[in-house]
């Protein structure tokens, strides 16, 4: 089992800053892959990106260049620094974890076993 919260979410103004974490606990965290969705009111959820557990990035076509995914395996942490948030990123931003595997298989929603509760993120225009 692997439990996952996620913090940082608040509002902010178009063209702001802000880094999501993403805080896991108990069992090998660099084992697995990780991943950041978000869903906005009455769409689904959609992934934004992901970090595989050796590293590699894979990003949404709407985020890359502005969104970086990090990871921190002694501190069990992910990260998603965000930059020039637009209104339309506003969200609740949802990390989740699986198993090591394809990075074709990152973006896939049903992939993930392990889901944080989310972090909602505003972005004001």
């Known amino acids: 089992q692997v439990q996952l919260v996620e913090s940082g979410g608040r509002l902010v103004q178009a063209g702001d800053s802000l880094r999501l974490s993403c805080a896991a606990s108990?069992?090998?965290?660099?084992?697995?892959?990780m991943g950041w969705f978000r869903q906005a009111p009455g769409k689904e959820r959609e992934f934004v990106g992901g970090i595989s557990w050796i590293g590699s990035t894979l990003y949404a076509d709407s985020v890359k260049g502005r969104f970086t995914i990090s990871r921190d395996n002694a501190k069990q942490t992910a990260y998603l620094q965000m930059h020039s948030l637009k209104p339309e990123d506003t969200a609740v931003y949802y990390c989740?974890?699986?198993?090591?595997?394809?990075?074709?298989?990152?973006?896939?929603?049903?992939?993930?076993?392990?889901w944080g509760q989310g972090t909602q993120v505003t972005v004001s225009s």
């Open positions: 108990g069992r090998t965290f660099s084992s697995y892959d």
């Open positions: 989740a974890a699986k198993g090591p595997g394809t990075m074709a298989l990152i973006r896939m929603v049903g992939r993930y076993d392990y």
